[in-house]
C-alpha cells in the first residue's frame, strides 16, 4: 500500500504545484526556462504514474475490501464512462460548445472517472486511488475558479460545432476500444463481464 500512496503523492503532487506552490512553480520557470520546467514535470509525472500503477497492483493482491458494488452498477459505470471519452478527446481539440460549456473538460473526465470506479471498487488500494483522483480534482477545479476570479486564466470561447462532433465520434470510438480490449490490457481487468 505504501507504493500506491508514494506514486500518488508523487504523481497527483506535481499536478498541484499550481494549485499549491503558483510563485514556486513561476520561479522555477523564470530560473530554468519553460522547457525545463515541462522537463521536470514530465519526469515527476511519468516516475509518479508508473509507481502509482505498481503500487496498485501491488495492493490489489492482498485487498481490504469495504463494501462490494451490486453487479448491475457496472451498467452505471459503464454508461458514465461514454462521458468521460467524449470530455477528455474535447479537450485535445479547440473549443466547439462542449469545450465552452464545462470549460475543463479534462477535470470533469477526471471526477467522473473516479466517481465511477469508487461506485464499483470498494476495495483500499481503490478507495485511495480514485477517492485521491476525485479530491485533487475537485481542488484543481476550486483554484481555477480562483485563477479566473483573478484574471490568471480564462475559460474557453465556444468554436465551431465541428469539434462537437470530433469529439463525440472521436470519444465513441476511444471507449469502444478501450471497453473492448485497452482496458484489460493496461489494467488487467475486462470491463465487460459476461455472466
Not at 506535481?14 to 526556462?33: E, K, L, M, T, W
Request: charged content about 10%; cysteine-free; aromatic content about 12%.
Amino acid at each position: 500500500m505504501i507504493w500506491l500512496i508514494v506514486g500518488l503523492v508523487l504523481f497527483l503532487g506535481i499536478h498541484s504545484v499550481r494549485i499549491v506552490a503558483p510563485a514556486f512553480r513561476q520561479a522555477q520557470i523564470d530560473a530554468r526556462g519553460l522547457n525545463a520546467w515541462k522537463g521536470i514535470y514530465s519526469l515527476a509525472s511519468i516516475v509518479g504514474f508508473v509507481v502509482l500503477v505498481w503500487g496498485f497492483s501491488v495492493a490489489r493482491q492482498d485487498p481490504i475490501v469495504f463494501w462490494t458494488a451490486p453487479s448491475w452498477m457496472s451498467h452505471v459505470v459503464a454508461l458514465l464512462m461514454v462521458f468521460v471519452m467524449i470530455l477528455l478527446v474535447a479537450a485535445q481539440l479547440p473549443a466547439g460548445r462542449i469545450k465552452a460549456a464545462v470549460k475543463h473538460p479534462t477535470l470533469l473526465a477526471v471526477k467522473i472517472w473516479a466517481f465511477a470506479h469508487l461506485l464499483v471498487n470498494g476495495d483500499l488500494a481503490s478507495v485511495l486511488l480514485f477517492g485521491g483522483f476525485l479530491a485533487w480534482a475537485v481542488i484543481d477545479r476550486i483554484s481555477e475558479k480562483k485563477r479566473l476570479r483573478a484574471g490568471i486564466s480564462s475559460n474557453p470561447v465556444a468554436g465551431p460545432v465541428k469539434w462537437d462532433i470530433i469529439a463525440v465520434i472521436g470519444g465513441l470510438v476511444f471507449y469502444v476500444v478501450f471497453l473492448v480490449w485497452l482496458h484489460r490490457w493496461l489494467i488487467g481487468v475486462s470491463p465487460i463481464v459476461i455472466n
